[in-house]
């Protein structure tokens, strides 16, 4: 699918158009070959540049074919079953702006829905804005996981299977962040260092900025999986202690039922016992078992088995 949309003057945001005009944005999700076909004859594009958008586990980087810059990003989305993030393609030319992507990705939602004055998508600024978006975008995405980290901290004593198996994706899902932050920040500085793109100083501040914003969010990464480490950590360690817990009681119990069991079962038998004919014996041997528990209860308690 081949979308036009640009920024009509004196409207809040962006508004889709018919057909191609001179800097506008032309997003593309999940062409067919005819459409693939089209924009290489159209704008002069490299077909194998575009079929490596179309994968949404392509590295991040940076190249410049035919006068065409192509920039393989990554972003956080959640429109792809099992999947944290999706690569995309921005090919930024002379007369136009282009994204290409195998799924609607959550940062084209967010560049519609944008208030801020994003004019021609060919002023360099508003690529700026775009990477912007991505960095932004992993930081609202970490930031929430870390605000379910603290609302499971603090009842740790009371979590449930659901919340371990909710921490192990969290972890799974920054640990494929940290595996694209570094290509991404890469790809980020080799745009700000290439000369074949001009910058306005303002342009290149802001993208500076994107960059620094990266590195601190690839940081609350780590610290976000420590605290999910430390979490899973005190979970394990609580489950065991209180598993020996059980273990324990549970022997205690079968203790304190084996003993009566025991004699009990020994004057069960068909044979001649001592007393066995008492008036009293029954009596006896009910003591006799209170006096051994007793006892052994007086030693578990010395022991803190008992509390």
């Keep these: 699918m081949i979308e036009y949309f640009k920024k009509i003057k004196d409207e809040e945001r ?11 944005w032309v997003n593309v999700t999940n062409p067919s070959d005819e459409e693939i076909e089209f924009l290489v004859k159209e704008f002069s594009l490299s077909k194998s540049n575009l079929i490596d958008g ?17 920039i393989y990003l990554t972003t956080p989305t959640e429109n792809i079953s099992q999947e944290y993030d999706s690569s995309f ?9 282009i994204t290409f ?36 975008l992993f930081e609202e995405s970490i930031q929430k996981i870390r605000k379910e980290i603290r609302k499971n901290r ?7 299977t659901k919340d371990i198996e909710d921490l192990i994706n969290y972890e799974d899902k920054l640990n494929e962040y940290i595996s694209v932050f570094e290509a991404n920040i890469s790809t980020y500085k080799r745009i700000l260092r290439d000369k074949s793109l001009h910058f306005l100083k303002k342009d290149e501040q802001n993208l500076e900025d994107a960059i620094i914003d990266l590195n601190q969010t690839l940081n609350l990464c780590k610290q976000t999986l420590k605290s999910i480490s430390n979490a899973r950590t005190y979970y394990s360690t609580k489950l ?22 025991l004699i009990a079962s020994i004057y069960g038998m068909n044979i001649s016992l001592p007393f066995q004919d008492g008036k009293y014996t029954f009596v006896g041997l009910m003591l006799l078992i209170l ?17």
């Design 54 to 70: 179309l994968d949404i586990h392509e590295n991040p980087r940076f190249e410049i074919d035919n006068k065409k810059t192509y």
């Design 291 to 307: 006096a051994i528990v007793g006892t052994l209860f007086l030693v578990l308690k010395k022991a803190r088995l008992i509390k």
């Design 101 to 136: 992507s195998k799924t609607s990705l959550e940062i084209f939602e967010r560049i519609l829905n944008e208030k801020s004055r994003f004019m021609s998508f060919l002023i360099s600024k508003n690529l700026v804005k775009v990477l912007n978006l991505v960095s932004k």
């Design 240 to 261: 065991s202690n209180d598993l020996n817990k059980t273990v324990t009681a549970l022997t205690i119990v079968t203790i304190f039922i084996s003993i009566p069991t």
């Design 154 to 160: 603090n009842k740790l004593s009371q979590l449930k």
């Design 14 to 24: 962006i508004k889709k158009i018919e057909s191609f005009e001179e800097g506008c």
């Design 89 to 97: 393609l921005i090919i930024y030319g002379k007369n136009h702006f």
